[in-house]
């Protein structure tokens, strides 16, 4: 079983940048591909961004891409989340999860079955 604790979030003007951190507690993590989703009020769960157990290979939703970086320490157990020009529109609560060993459709959000607690990031204009 994997526990994890996503931290970071706040406030941030458009523009700016986070760094989310999602610190994973339990057997097995360093043998997960780990991902990044988020919910914005009134909207449902969405794919942000996911990396293999290695760290070699991730990939993001095309509303991130080139402004987001995944990355992982498996030495610390913690996969982070580098947000840079932040944009209103990524207002959201971010959440980490672990995905389920052999599936490869890594933005389906039934792929993976730990999920931390969330992290409200909000980015004003």
């Known amino acids: 079983q994997v526990q994890l604790v996503e931290s970071g979030g706040g406030l941030v003007q458009a523009g700016g940048s986070l760094r989310l951190s999602c610190a994973a507690s339990?057997?097995?993590?360093?043998?997960?591909?780990m991902g990044w989703f988020r919910q914005a009020p009134g909207k449902e769960r969405e794919f942000v961004a996911t990396?293999?157990?290695?760290?070699?290979?991730?990939y993001y939703a095309d509303s991130v891409k080139g402004r987001f970086t995944i990355s992982r320490d498996n030495a610390k157990n913690t996969v982070y989340l580098q947000m840079n020009s932040l944009r209103p529109e990524d207002t959201a609560v971010y959440y980490c999860?672990?995905?389920?060993?052999?599936?490869?459709?890594?933005?389906?959000?039934?792929?993976?079955?730990?999920w931390g607690q969330g992290t409200q990031v909000t980015v004003s204009s």
């Open positions: 999860a672990a995905r389920i060993p052999g599936y490869s459709d890594y933005e389906n959000l039934i792929r993976y079955d730990y």
């Open positions: 339990g057997r097995g993590f360093s043998s997960r591909a």
């Open positions: 990396i293999s157990w290695s760290g070699r290979s991730t």
